[in-house]
């Protein structure tokens, strides 16, 4: 090419493809926007939902401590024979109840009453599923959470174990409630919560817990459900059930602390 | 386009980068506390958290 040749190319380009040009830098700039927006968007969904909504359970816990009074965290209570209480019925998108799941790194969270996205899971914790049963109650008592976002507070239910406490604290009692199944199913199946788990349409003779959340994790396209089984109940004016003594010992970490712990159940055995 | 806004803005260098900052800012705020939220429920992601039912519930 020769240089008169190049320049008026150059020339071209700046006139016509100018705006061409122009237009080009116009998209990328707001792709990039886009983008920018999207990362954004991850980091409010992903981090600053739970943010919020920590701070909102926190709130949340320690206002029912003052409420029901603090709770004697050094004695065990002992487990109670007769039928256990049943609470009254609660009010919609209110919080009843304090969870307490030793296996989860989150151990403690409030249950309130719907499962009303906006209501209940993304502000308050867990959701107890309206019309089933409560604790103390023959039946299933149904319990969503989210698994990622908002709060997480189901986020390590994929580690809980046969046999691993699940406690429901209520003004008046613990109740404790042993994982018996776990499983997942696609989100339609909702005789998970039935009365008799997986059995709609059957009068329970057992009191049941399954608590739901999405799988696989970031994703609603599957459920993991967990069933468990209520072991017993103790009076919350006792002080604490062992099954949160032991999670307790536990999560402060080692042998060394557990050995308090079996202690204390042997005593209370 | 960010070039063009940016010399319609007034005032010395320092002041306009200042404004920038307060512009972006302004936007990240929006949109955390109203632009996300209101969006979140239409996307995909975090739609049936609420496990089996969402609302179906047959027990309701």
């Known amino acids: 090419m020769s240089p008169s040749h190049r320049a008026g190319r150059r020339r071209a380009t700046g006139r016509t493809g100018g705006r061409f040009g122009g237009a080009i830098g116009i998209l990328g700039e707001l792709l990039l926007t886009l983008g920018a927006l999207l990362v954004l968007f991850l980091v409010w969904q992903l981090w600053w939902t739970d943010v919020v909504a920590d701070r909102e359970q926190a709130g949340i816990i320690a206002g029912l401590e003052d409420d029901w009074g603090q709770v004697d965290a050094d004695t065990i209570a002992p487990r109670q024979d007769g039928p256990p209480p049943v609470p009254e019925t609660p009010e919609e998108n209110k919080v009843w109840a304090t969870m307490h799941v030793p296996a989860f790194d989150r151990a403690t969270f409030p249950l309130a009453e719907g499962v009303d996205l906006e209501q209940v899971l993304n502000v308050k914790g867990a959701g107890h599923y309206p019309g089933t049963a409560l604790p103390g109650e023959d039946g299933n008592v149904a319990i969503a959470g989210h698994r990622n976002t908002y709060g997480r507070v189901f986020e390590d239910i994929g580690r809980l174990k046969s046999g691993d406490p699940i406690v429901v604290e209520t003004a008046d009692a613990f109740y404790v409630y042993e994982v018996t199944e776990t499983h997942i199913v696609t989100p339609t199946d909702v005789e998970v919560i039935a009365p008799v788990p997986g059995k709609p349409g059957e009068e329970p003779t057992e009191q049941m817990l399954t608590l739901t959340a999405c799988h696989p994790m970031y994703s609603a396209r599957e459920r993991i459900i967990v069933h468990a089984k209520f072991a017993y109940w103790t009076k919350r004016s006792d002080g604490i059930p062992e099954a949160l003594a032991d999670g307790a010992t536990a999560s402060d970490g080692g042998p060394a602390a557990s050995d308090g712990g079996s202690a204390d159940v042997e005593e209370e055995d | ?60």
């Open chain 2, 1 to 60: 386009m960010y070039a063009w806004l940016f010399r319609r803005l007034p005032g010395p260098l320092w002041v306009r980068i200042l404004l920038a900052v307060l512009v972006v800012a302004a936007l990240v705020v929006a949109l955390f506390g109203w632009g996300f939220p209101a969006l979140a429920p239409y996307l995909p992601f975090d739609d049936g958290m609420v496990g089996a039912t969402e609302p179906p519930d047959p027990a309701r």
